[in-house]
Each structure stands twice: as C-alpha cells, then as structure tokens.
T-cell receptor, first 116, second 111 residues
C-alpha cells in the first residue's frame, strides 16, 4: 500500500510569513494526526481528525495555527504568521479507526520547517 | 507535553550485542507502543503491549511492562547496523488511539 505522503519535504521561510503543509493519508484511514517534533524530542500531538471532524485540537495554538480536512481525506496545516519557535518537523500520521482495540499509526516523512 | 521519559538518551553498542532501552510514564495507560525513527524519516510502529500484559515478543524484539512502576523496556537482541535509529515509547491513556510520545533513545549499532 502507498504510505502517508507529505509535502513539501523542506520549507524555509522568514518569520511573520505564512506557511502550509499538506498530507495525504493511507487510503481508507479515517483518523489523521498532525504532530510537531522538535529537535531531539518525541512528536507532540497538534490535532487529530476522525473523518472531517477535529476530535482533539487542545494542543493546537489556535492564534496562529489552523488545520482542515475537507472530505475526510487530505489535510492541510497552516501557520500564519510563523515565528522562530515554530521551526520543527511537522509529521502527519494516519490510522484505521481503532474501534474497541487499537490501530498503529503510520507516519509520513514529515516537513522540516525552518523559520529565519 | 511528553508523557514518557526514556533512558538512556543515547546508546552505542557493537553489532551482535543486545540493546535495552527503558521508558517511564506518569499516568495510567490502556497500552504502550514502541516506534522506531530513522534519521530524516517518519516513525514506524514496532510493537504494542496492553496494560494487562507483562511481556511481548516480536522477532528480535522483547517488550516488558510493569504498570506498578509505570515503566516499560524494549530489548533488541543480536543487534544489526540497520537497527541504528531513535526509539520512542508512546502511551495510549484514553483509548481512541491518542498517543503521547516519550523523548526517545538514540541507538547506534557499530560494525
């Protein structure tokens, strides 16, 4: 199966500029996640979608971050305006609906954002 | 915020040796998962252990869980250079696949 696809792979922008990241999950995966990973740290959840619905966005800095998942497939994460502290790797992951059990997360290779 | 703390932060061993990394967490869990991340890549799921299990095996991987100590360990036996990567534990505390990742152990296996 095709994996989770993210683009762009790298992005360098100046502070105060906007930036957007795109994610295409594995076909049939209803759950989509955006994580942020700072250098030398583990990923931290920003937002989780079940189909089109954002079911957990408690960690998303809503003053500057926004996300959407139209039609319950592709997703876009946007930052406007970017700050120096936003430099990180932004990872998208998807999973099948866990039901009463669990379903492993499948990650894309991420977008490495550098804000100068 | 990070739920898990991993120990050691970095580990360097020779090919053929065993590698053990530990994870401690703070709150009760439904399950604990281990993921591997190669440099510049996304994370790959390795193994899951449920809260009512004490030990799990998968190939050269062995995971243990001690819920009374809120800790888990991952053992990789007969390590290979290709095992060089960062390893993360992730806890599912509320069900629904909401995972909180630890800080990771960077493993280097030398020839």
């Amino acid at each position: 199966e095709a994996g989770v696809v993210q683009s762009p792979r790298y992005k360098i922008i100046e502070k105060k500029q906007p930036v957007a990241f795109w994610c295409n999950p594995i076909s049939g995966h209803n759950t989509l996640y955006w994580y942020r990973q700072n250098l030398g740290q583990g990923p931290e959840l920003l937002i989780r979608y079940e189909n089109e619905e954002a079911v957990d966005d408690s960690q998303l800095p809503k003053d500057r971050f926004s996300a959407e998942r139209l039609k319950g497939v592709d997703s876009t994460l946007k930052i406007q305006p970017a700050e120096l502290g936003d430099s990180a790797v932004y990872l998208c992951a998807s999973s099948a609906s866990p039901g009463t059990g669990y379903s492993p997360l499948h990650f894309g290779n991420g977008t490495r954002l550098t804000v100068t | 915020s990070q739920q898990g703390e991993e120990d050691p932060q970095a580990l360097s061993i020779q090919e053929g040796e065993n590698a053990t990394m530990n994870c401690s967490y703070k709150t009760s869990i439904n399950n604990l998962q281990w993921y591997r991340q190669n440099s510049g890549r996304g994370l790959v799921h390795l193994i899951l252990i449920r809260s009512n299990e004490r030990e799990k095996h998968s190939g050269r991987l062995r995971v243990t869980l001690d819920t009374s100590k809120k800790s888990s360990s991952l053992l990789i036996t007969a390590s290979r250079a290709a095992d060089t990567a960062s390893y993360f534990c992730a806890t599912d505390t509320g069900g629904g696949n909401k995972l909180t990742f630890g800080t990771g152990t960077q493993l280097k296996v030398e020839l």
